[in-house]
């Protein structure tokens, strides 16, 4: 006759939310230290906002009216100060795979679509 297996009770994780620490103990908090790092500081009025990398992808594309590969704009997104790779080493492969996620996400609703083989313009 077997045995039969012991088997010890499943632990659960309780969901608690955790309140936001007051007092002294306040701003050694680690997810306050970190999301005051996160927010992004306010733009001075009259300054432009920052652009995103599609952003300026689509004011270059719309500003030269034909299809470009994302080498070209990225150079010509550096060229006209719109954005800049933030230390990245292959800022072209992440605008490609940025333009063909939205291609493929929003579908009709996309600003972009693509032309040929590496060559994107305005939908």
């Not at 992004?40 to 299809?67: F, H, I, N, T, Y």
């Not at 795979?97 to 600003?111: G, M, N, V, W, Y």
């Amino acid at each position: 006759m077997a045995a039969k297996k012991k088997t010890s009770p499943k632990r659960t994780r309780q969901k608690t939310a955790k309140a936001a620490p007051t007092g002294k103990n306040a701003s050694t908090c680690p997810a306050t230290a970190r999301d005051s790092a996160q927010a992004a500081p306010p733009s001075p009025a009259g300054s432009p906002a920052k652009l995103s990398a599609l952003d300026a992808a689509a004011r270059v594309l719309s500003e030269s009216r034909q299809a470009m590969t994302c080498p070209e704009l990225i150079a010509a997104m550096a060229a006209q100060g719109y954005w800049t790779s933030p230390a990245g080493k292959t800022p072209q492969a992440t605008l490609h795979a940025a333009l063909t996620r939205e291609i493929k996400i929003k579908k009709d609703q996309s600003r972009f679509r693509k032309t040929e083989r590496g060559k994107f313009s305005l939908a």
